[in-house]
């Protein structure tokens, strides 16, 4: 089944930036649709952003004009360019194929806070 190594994550004050990568392999991934979730404490998992094999995006309200999900075919990596953090955004990121099926990597941790 598909692997994933998130990583990228950190401490960032509010506003600042951060740019998180996800390797996947095990999957054929050039034909893949790819997601990045996250999960704030106490919360459901979300979905944050998507971009299909063909390189169309998608985002949830709550990152629109802030988050910029990418992808490299060639590295068999999806990004996540993620600007004027918020408090909010606390949370484990994951990425995974969309919509997702079977394990889980071991995510990233954002935190935003001054």
């Known amino acids: 089944q598909v692997q994933l190594v998130e990583s990228g994550g950190g401490l960032v004050q509010p506003g600042g930036s951060l740019r998180l990568s996800c390797a996947a392999s095990?999957?054929?991934?050039?034909?893949?649709?790819m997601g990045w979730y996250r999960q704030a404490p106490g919360k459901q998992r979300e979905l944050v952003a998507t971009i299909t094999s063909g390189g169309s995006t998608n985002y949830a309200d709550s990152v629109k004009g802030r988050f910029t999900i990418s992808r490299d075919n060639a590295k068999n990596t999806v990004y996540l360019q993620m600007n004027s953090l918020k408090p909010d955004d606390t949370a484990v990121y994951y990425c995974h194929v969309y919509p997702p099926f079977g394990s889980w990597g071991q995510g990233t941790q954002v935190t935003v806070s001054s």
């Open positions: 095990r999957i054929i991934f050039s034909r893949a649709a």
